[in-house]
């Protein structure tokens, strides 16, 4: 039996991206408007934060990244700025709702591994145990929390947001795989991403059950070209060759501290 991976998740996300007719962006009232309603938003108490981020070289001109620790709240925020005559009299483009996760593969394979060792079965009461103990260890740790609770870089300021999914392909159909192979793919695809360290902040992000992709993946930069080398590096991994499938890209750079800078 092919097992669903153990996951952890943190925030919700809400990426947001509009074009903004001219006359719009030369209205001081509406950007004006629009400023207080992300300086209102960027630092919110319930946690997370929003920030917009002007594109470059896109059929959009900006994108809106909201992380909230709660849906409501996610729409608390998206009602807000909805309010402003900035986004009223904008054009949506692409919305994507997900929630920041990390993905336990290895441990998953692990835990199924044992569970068929000891003659048990994948969610009993000692797969249950050592699952929360297990997790709860991961939880602890500052890579896993930063990846569940992701906070701006202020020295990485360019910003780089896609979607993407597994084929379900004949031959190709990544939820076929046993839980090993597909921990075996996901680790040596992880090996690759830890090679941009310090260079890139990755954001994992699920969508299942909530978009028609299923995943988005978040990165920021201090240069640019790093997005390129990276994508161009996974793309060579077996994973993302054979099983993924990537949608529209979007590049800018992230203005914070609630600025409105279109």
Request: glycine letters at 8%; charged letters at 25%; hydrophobic letters at 45%.
């Amino acid at each position: 039996m092919n097992y669903a991976p153990e996951t952890l998740e943190g925030w919700y996300a809400l990426h947001q991206i509009f074009r903004i007719p001219a006359a719009v962006l030369a209205d001081a009232a509406a950007r004006d408007g629009m400023s207080r309603a992300l300086a209102e938003l960027a630092c919110p108490a319930e946690g997370g934060w929003t920030a917009a981020a002007p594109l470059i070289g896109s059929r959009a001109d900006v994108m809106l990244i909201h992380f909230r620790p709660t849906l409501d709240a996610i729409g608390d925020a998206q009602r807000r700025l909805g309010s402003e005559p900035f986004v009223e009299r904008s054009a949506l483009v692409y919305s994507f709702l997900s929630v920041t996760e990390a993905g336990l593969y290895h441990l998953s394979a692990r835990l199924a591994k044992d569970a068929e060792e000891r003659g048990g079965a994948v969610g009993d009461d000692a797969y249950r145990e050592a699952l929360a103990q297990r997790t709860a260890a991961e939880l602890a740790g500052a890579h896993v929390q930063r990846r569940l609770y992701p906070q701006p870089v202020p020295d990485m300021p360019y910003v780089c947001f896609y979607p993407m999914s597994k084929r379900r392909e004949p031959g190709q159909n990544w939820y076929e795989l046993s839980l090993e192979e597909r921990s075996r793919l996901m680790t040596a695809h992880g090996m690759t991403g830890r090679r941009y360290a310090g260079r890139v902040v990755q954001v994992i992000t699920g969508a299942i059950g909530l978009d028609a992709w299923e995943w988005g993946v978040t990165l920021f930069a201090r240069d640019p070209l790093d997005f390129k080398k990276l994508v161009t590096d996974m793309r060579f991994d077996e994973v993302s060759a054979r099983y993924a499938e990537f949608g529209e890209f979007f590049v800018g750079r992230l203005a914070l501290g609630g600025e409105w800078p279109a």
